[in-house]
């Protein structure tokens, strides 16, 4: 190099000395901002942030929930995961971490089984979201140099964390889960709202933990629909869910379904409303299928040789629509069903005996007095009437209609599914959720395991955060054991 681009080299050098000067001032002064608002924040909240050692010392219990207002447990330590690469998407500055996880150093060469000496350590920080506050979580993970064969290895990241090579721990997923699939809150509006807590995380970071976290626990939900379809009857509903296509400009009418049972929920998007996917859904099915008189269903009857139970609250809505045109014959029509749902409030928790007792006289007798009203004036109502079409839908799907008389554990009415279906599309108003197909499928996976919490009264952050530290290395033929309705039953 000659003596002039020396020169050159360091007037450039200098210059680029003075920008970063600058930037380190502009940088530093944030830090101190940030650092003052992690202060606040830390005093908000309850958690304690000295350095923790995992080493798998405290165990906690299985699924216990945590205690009201104290800590969630901590997640486990080890075993094997992939190689962490540098987060993405995340800017905080650079400073002490709130909980440090040491992975332990691995004791012998995987090579050839020779002793091993630590060399050095390399980090990545986690941001995790423990019960109203931001933890930074640095992972610390040595590398080992064999004695004999001078091979150098890392030790792998713990699998416990759910998602690998992402940059949130379990809290966090959770925590995006919950705010999207229970309280529907957009990715966008949740990146505004991390924004503010002074955690940048750019939407399709979110969704690419949405989507890679429906990945993994749509294992769960698929062993729960294959337990569904053993049980003795199922109760479904549709929704259409406007599906993004691939080119992102135009929208096909997808359509969501929901299955429920008194044990398991489970979301089903399809493309179309055809009588195909239910069929194929229900595979193996062979009990009663409660449902509207929707004809999408028809299929999945004939089919499977189901049997199918209608819902009284959808035919009592057909009378109720036609009081303003015949306000004395819809009255008497709805005084009549009436009766079936005041036996359902007496026997709501009686047991199955006395239900199938109630079902068999009472109930009996007013579907028999309800069907004898429909036939009396079916002749006489005006076609193309209200009435007449509330009369003409009741005569119409009488036979399911009936059949609560003799299944004293259905319900009579679908009125379940019909609010599982509102829960679910509530957010249809605030963002087109449904991306893609593969959007629609896991937004499916995930409502799934939220409603099934709702179900069975577990907090779904709690459940969430418990599954996720689990599900990598729990046995793929017991993954039921993860669903909702056996972790409230295991508690
Ligand atoms: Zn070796």
Excluded at 29 to 52: D, P
Excluded at 78 to 105: C, F, I, K, S
Excluded at 284 to 294: E, H, N, R, S, Y
Excluded at 386 to 392: R, T
């Amino acid at each position: 190099m000659t003596y002039d681009e020396l020169l050159a080299e360091y007037a450039a050098l200098r210059a680029l000395k003075v920008t970063h000067e600058a930037q380190l001032t502009v940088l530093q002064s944030k830090v101190e901002e940030l650092a003052q608002e992690l202060a606040r924040l830390k005093r908000q909240s309850f958690g304690v942030k000295s350095e923790r050692r995992h080493g798998g010392d405290k165990q906690t219990g299985l699924f216990a929930e945590p205690e009201p207002d104290a800590p969630p447990p901590e997640p486990e330590a080890p075993p094997a995961l992939q190689r962490m690469a540098t987060p993405h998407g995340r800017r905080r500055p650079e400073g002490q971490p709130d909980e440090v996880m040491a992975v332990p150093a691995p004791t012998s060469c995987t090579r050839c089984g020779g002793s091993v000496r630590e060399i050095s350590t390399s980090t990545a920080t986690r941001l995790e979201w423990r019960r109203g506050h931001f933890v930074q979580l640095q992972v610390r993970r040595p590398s080992c140099a064999c004695d004999q064969c001078n091979n150098v290895e890392t030790a792998p990241e713990p699998s416990t964390f759910a998602l690998p090579r992402s940059l949130a721990g379990n809290g966090l997923v959770a925590r995006v889960v919950v705010d999207k699939f229970l309280d529907n809150i957009p990715l966008n509006r949740q990146a505004d709202r991390f924004a503010r807590d002074g955690m940048t995380i750019s939407p399709s970071t979110l969704c690419d933990i949405v989507r890679s976290s429906a990945a993994l626990l749509g294992r769960i939900v698929r062993a729960v629909t294959a337990e569904m379809v053993t049980s003795g009857w199922i109760q479904t509903d549709a929704t259409g869910l406007p599906i993004l296509d691939g080119s992102q400009k135009t929208t096909k009418s997808g359509h969501l379904f929901v299955f429920s049972t008194p044990k398991h929920v489970v979301y089903h998007a399809t493309l179309t409303k055809h009588g195909a996917h239910i069929v194929a859904f229900l595979h193996g099915f062979k009990g009663i299928l409660l449902a509207d008189g929707g004809s999408e269903f028809n299929e999945a009857v004939w089919g499977l040789e189901l049997l199918r139970a209608a819902c009284w609250s959808h035919a009592r809505r057909y009378f109720f629509d036609a009081q303003a045109e015949s306000p004395v014959l819809a009255a008497e029509a709805m005084a009549l069903i009436g009766v079936l749902f005041d036996i359902e409030r007496e026997i709501k928790d009686a047991d199955l005996e006395t239900r199938r007792r109630r079902r068999d006289t009472d109930t009996r007798a007013a579907l028999l007095k309800i069907h004898d009203w429909l036939t009396r004036h079916v002749q006489g109502a005006r076609p193309r009437s209200a009435i007449a079409k509330a009369i003409q839908y009741t005569l119409n799907q009488w036979a399911a209609l009936a059949l609560c008389a003799d299944h004293p554990e259905i319900p009579i009415h679908n009125n379940t599914s019909e609010l599982r279906l509102r829960q679910a599309v509530t957010g249809r108003k605030n963002y087109l959720f449904a991306g893609s197909e593969g959007g629609a499928a896991s937004a499916a996976i995930l409502y799934s395991l939220v409603a099934s919490c709702r179900l069975h009264e577990l907090d779904p952050w709690a459940y969430l955060y418990e599954v996720l530290g689990r599900i990598n290395d729990y046995p793929a033929t017991r993954v039921i054991e993860l669903s909702p309705a056996y972790v409230a039953g295991a508690r």
